[in-house]
């Protein structure tokens, strides 16, 4: 998916995204590991982020997605998250076989992007590109 780059619209459609996938189904998020505070600076639209006068904005934005990774994270035992350390963080989330404890996170709509590159690895449960292979591998019970 590749909405609206907010927490609040990237939580809505991963969301709306669950309860029409089945439990072998899989939700992709684009744009969850942000490489600078600019590229992590939520705008309205991707116009609003281009036309920002925030300093040293590039083409690259992705918002606030990753806020949606540490609520899910930290609040739905349900679900496998993580986010493959790839164009820009690529969010998986597919149904939990079993329930595990989620980890206490914090608040992300509290957090900033200090916060993030201070736990960036536990909050988005970062994974090399190749864990995808794993991940598929346990979708298939192999």
């Not at 590749?2 to 899989?26: A, I, P, Y």
Request: proline content about 5%; hydrophobic content about 35%; some cysteine.
């Amino acid at each position: 998916m590749d909405g609206l780059h907010t927490f609040e619209q990237s939580l809505r459609d991963v969301l709306n995204s669950l309860e029409h996938v089945g439990d072998d189904g899989v939700v992709v998020v684009r744009d969850c590991n942000p490489e600078t505070a600019v590229a992590a600076q939520p705008a309205s639209s991707n116009e609003d982020a281009a036309v920002s006068h925030v300093d040293g904005r590039t083409r690259e934005w992705c918002g606030d997605v990753w806020k949606t990774i540490g609520h899910l994270r930290s609040t739905r035992d349900d679900l496998n998250v993580c986010v493959l350390n790839c164009d820009h963080g690529v969010g998986v989330i597919t149904r939990a076989r079993e329930r595990l404890p989620a980890p206490a996170l914090g608040d992300p709509m509290s957090m900033t992007y200090p916060d993030l590159e201070a736990n960036r690895k536990n909050l988005l449960n970062l994974q090399p590109e190749s864990y995808l292979d794993a991940i598929l591998a346990g979708m298939r019970g192999v």
